[in-house]
């Protein structure tokens, strides 16, 4: 199983939308600072979380919600 998942810094008003397949360690390394693209923006809040069956899939997904925009 694979998760796509998005993030939320409240006191930036920032989202980050990713993909893993272990959704608590991946959450865990996001508010410890140990991604280099979230570390700035701490602490973040999982708003959202959808399982896939592949990672191919869940890349899909990610790539869709990326392309959206904030605002959408």
Same mark, same amino acid.
């Given at each position: 199983? %694979? *998760?796509?998942?998005? +993030? %939320?810094?409240?006191? *930036? =008003?920032?989202?980050?939308?990713?993909? /893993?397949?272990?959704?608590?360690? &991946?959450? /865990?390394?996001?508010?410890?600072?140990?991604?280099?693209? /979230?570390? !700035? %923006? +701490? !602490?973040?809040? #999982? $708003? #959202?979380?959808? @399982?896939? =069956?592949? &990672?191919? @899939?869940?890349? @899909? +997904? $990610?790539?869709k919600l990326n392309n959206l925009?904030?605002?959408?």
């Amino acid at each position: 199983m %694979y *998760f796509v998942y998005i +993030l %939320y810094s409240s006191k *930036f =008003d920032k989202y980050y939308i990713g993909q /893993t397949n272990n959704l608590s360690d &991946r959450l /865990t390394r996001h508010n410890a600072g140990s991604v280099k693209s /979230t570390k !700035p %923006y +701490l !602490p973040w809040i #999982l $708003e #959202l979380s959808i @399982e896939k =069956d592949s &990672r191919r @899939e869940s890349m @899909e +997904l $990610e790539r869709k919600l990326n392309n959206l925009g904030k605002e959408k």
